[in-house]
């Protein structure tokens, strides 16, 4: 109950701070639905997937054709969120089918490919016919639309002035939270038992029934079809889009995200996906203001201090808290040397 | 004469140059237990491996319950009707006891990403139905108190039950056991013997590999015997026991 009090008066205690809070929030958020995604492929069904940002690409560019003057078209956000999920579904098949029978590191080459592999086809596909508009990116991207509020202007009701990024604050309030019911009762159910059964031995899953061609395909199309959703929000709020956003390094910051919070762990990588999206955000408003203070001058850039943190924060978690900050209960013992079975 | 449940016709495997079975053929009949013995490396456990879909057979096929058997993925074969154990005992390690003999209800059940999801209420009933059986299956073998243990801190033997356990939640008609008593103790032995009698005295036909001749000889109906892939005797235990071959490919005369 104050949980729910605390997120609904959020965002006005951060406009408080400055609107550009609330827009980091909402970036936040974004991250969460990225990380939660992503946990079913490598958390979940044990696969690891160093390509993830590429579902978030096809998502977004699924959203910023469909509703932008670049095509012409423009669809309602909600008609357009299912379709971004279904193709971002069928492109995580299309990298689930050829890599079937690769574990680990050889599974994470390939999908890092396939992640450039999309980005590469976004910043080329302007010839022979101008689809993504190339390196420049899409813009004028329609802001969400929802029974005649605009998502991308202030309103004032009932006296009090509700911007933009509040609005969708809200927004992906609600999706977070039937993202996370989504995640829950899949990890609790049939299919999540058999990721499970997939991750902890593959060859006793497949002699006791499970066919793992379908479950694992299963667990990339759902957890690109998450990746698919936030990207479409993404392309939504920030109403631009081009390639340089679904990076490699992307990828890599997503999985630094489930790592860090705890593999499998849903509270744990939600955790992570937050702690990772403020974190460099903090520093950015704190690392010049200090240094002027204590130094009267600039020495140190921000970017360097939050890599050297960065750098520091992995080292400590391989050192203390190899299995994540809030790790799965099971995962937790799989890391620990005392309690080796047998 | 009881009907027969699973015959082998000619089955071998090549592993390059290597015959690991060659023209194996071999009848398994309706609530039997059949054990299937031979020294180190005579080909047990790819005759296992082959039968469950792990290896394909370089040739020969089967026929299971009147109909031939289609062996191009190990799931199938679980659908099929044959659930198997390993002789390196492989639980989901991580998961609690009745995870593991849960998951070994996915073969008989259908609910998909759109009934976990939307948990309507015959994914619900699917789901306590799950639990239930998985629940009257470690009650079966013994190990309904170690339920919410997850199966890596279970001891030893119990282990092993755990595997049958999650073998028989997919309603196996015949169930292979490979060397289920292997690093069992005395009394873990004869406890898995008395378990074993009693799958048989429930109608379930069981193919049985294992080293402890004791084991075998006391519990099997029938017997056959592999030696360098070959299969080199088949009868009741008391014939094969007194086979000169027999005698040859275990002391190696």
Redesign the interface.
């Known amino acids: 109950m104050l949980v729910a009090l605390a997120l609904m008066t959020l965002p006005f205690a951060l406009s408080a701070a400055g609107t550009a809070w609330v827009r980091i929030t909402n970036l936040a958020i974004l991250y969460v639905f990225l990380s939660l995604g992503l946990n079913i492929v490598v958390g979940y069904a044990g696969l690891l997937d160093l390509g993830y940002v590429a579902f978030y690409g096809v998502g977004a560019y699924v959203y910023a054709l469909l509703a932008s003057p670049h095509l012409g078209i423009h669809l309602p956000f909600w008609i357009i969120l299912p379709i971004g999920a279904a193709l971002a579904a069928i492109f995580g098949v299309l990298l689930g089918t050829p890599t079937l029978k690769l574990r680990g590191d050889y599974l994470a080459i390939v999908t890092m490919g396939f992640g450039e592999i999309v980005r590469i086809f976004l910043n080329n596909l302007s010839r022979p016919i101008n689809i993504t508009n190339g390196p420049q990116g899409i813009a004028r991207i329609d802001p969400v639309r929802l029974d005649g509020i605009n998502f991308g202007r202030d309103d004032v009701w009932f006296g009090l002035t509700v911007n933009g990024p509040t609005k969708y604050y809200y927004l992906l309030l609600l999706l977070l939270i039937a993202v996370i019911v ?1 995640n829950m ?2 990890q609790n ?6 990721w ?2 997939i991750r ?2 593959e ?11 379908r479950i694992k395909l ?1 667990a990339f199309a ?1 957890g690109a079809s998450f990746g698919g959703v936030a990207g479409g929000m993404f392309a939504a709020i920030q109403e631009f889009i081009s390639p340089e956003s679904f990076v490699l390094t992307e990828s890599v910051m997503i999985l630094a995200m489930v790592v860090l919070g705890g593999m499998g762990n849903i509270w744990g990588v939600i955790a992570g996906a937050l702690l990772l999206s403020f974190a460099p955000e903090m520093l950015r408003y704190t690392v010049v203001p200090v240094q002027m203070a204590v130094f009267g001058r600039l020495l140190i850039e921000p970017e360097v201090i939050r890599m050297l943190l960065f750098g520091l924060a992995l080292v400590l978690m391989m050192r203390y808290r190899p299995a994540g900050l809030w790790p799965l209960r ?2 937790q ?2 890391f620990s040397k005392q ?1 080796v ?2 | 004469m009881s009907a027969i449940l699973l015959e082998a016709h000619a089955v071998a495997k090549r592993f390059g140059g290597i015959r690991a079975l060659h023209d194996v053929s071999l009848t398994i009949r309706q609530g039997e237990i059949y054990g299937l013995i031979g020294p180190n490396g005579a080909g047990k456990t790819t005759f296992f491996n082959v039968l469950t879909g792990l290896y394909s057979a370089t040739t020969g096929s089967f026929t299971f319950a009147g109909a031939p058997l289609k062996i191009s993925a190990p799931h199938q074969v679980a659908r099929a009707g044959i659930a198997r154990t390993f002789q390196n005992i492989r639980l989901f390690a991580n998961m609690t006891a009745l995870e593991n003999v849960m998951v070994g209800r996915h073969v008989r059940t259908r609910a998909g990403v759109l009934g976990a999801v939307l948990r309507d209420a015959g994914t619900r009933a699917e789901e306590a139905a799950i639990e239930r059986r998985a629940l009257e299956m470690l009650h079966y073998v013994g190990i309904a108190d170690r339920a919410n243990d997850l199966a890596r801190n279970l001891p030893y033997g119990d282990q092993r039950r755990l595997e049958i356990a999650r073998a028989l939640a997919t309603d196996p008609k015949l169930l292979a056991l490979d060397e289920p008593a292997a690093g069992m103790n005395a009394t873990e032995t004869a406890a898995l013997r008395t378990l074993v009698a009693g799958l048989r005295a429930d109608g379930l036909t069981v193919l049985l590999i294992e080293h402890d001749v004791k084991l075998v000889m006391g519990l099997c109906d029938r017997v056959a015997v592999l030696d360098y892939g070959e299969k080199i005797a088949e009868d009741v235990p008391e014939k094969v026991q007194r086979d000169p071959k027999v005698i040859e490919a275990y002391l190696g005369v």
């Open positions: 989504v009762r899949l159910s049939r299919i999540g038992r058999a499970e059964a902890e031995d060859t006793a899953a497949r002699a006791i029934g499970i066919d793992t061609t299963l759902m099971a995962r013992r799989e309690d079975a047998k």
